[in-house]
């Protein structure tokens, strides 16, 4: 994950990561030019010699489409959660249906899956949390924008690309 670069759109919009190589392809096919990158640790090769990019941004705008939706995985909602239990705030290894499946309204979605600990998960069983007596300490979301980049790359944010993050949103 040390190795993802962070794809800014031509506005400087966050829009995606990818790896570190596939950055340097696109700087050198003109596609993206370099925003940030790190001069000690040169890529090399016969005919080049190129700081490696932490950050490139695109030369061309790339339209996004709108509500792009990132896909709903259990690594996606412990990491959207912080590996919190959104009951008790413990260590959480698996994902709780808030409304379980088997009712209406529990579909596996993000707005009803939370992270839970293996304890708080047994316990709520095919309970809503109000059965259960066990209040929900979070309010699930869905990742969206910056959120969902960063959730995409699996990291919490590398600091090289704070001030990118940060940048309020051209649109
Ligand atoms: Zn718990």
């Not at 190589?21 to 596609?31: C, E, N, P, S, W």
């Not at 590996?83 to 413990?90: A, D, I, P, T, V």
């Amino acid at each position: 994950m040390g190795d993802h670069v962070l794809v800014l759109n031509a506005t400087y919009e966050p829009l995606s990561t990818v790896g570190w190589q596939r950055a340097v392809v696109l700087v050198l096919d003109g596609i993206a030019e370099t925003v940030a990158a790190d001069e000690v640790r040169r890529v090399r090769s016969p005919s080049i010699s190129l700081a490696r990019p932490h950050v490139i941004r695109l030369l061309s705008y790339v339209r996004v489409p709108r509500g792009r939706r990132t896909p709903v995985t259990r690594r996606g909602v412990l990491a959207r959660d912080g590996h919190q239990c959104g009951y008790c705030r413990g260590r959480a290894d698996t994902v709780d249906h808030v409304v379980p499946r088997s009712r209406s309204g529990g579909g596996h979605t993000w707005a009803n899956l939370v992270a839970a600990c293996r304890s708080c998960n047994g316990r709520k069983g095919n309970r809503t949390p109000d059965e259960a007596g066990m209040p929900l300490l979070v309010q699930p979301f869905e990742p969206l924008g910056v959120g969902a980049v960063l959730l995409r790359a699996g990291t919490a944010g590398r600091t090289e690309w704070e001030p990118w993050l940060t940048r309020p949103a051209a649109s």
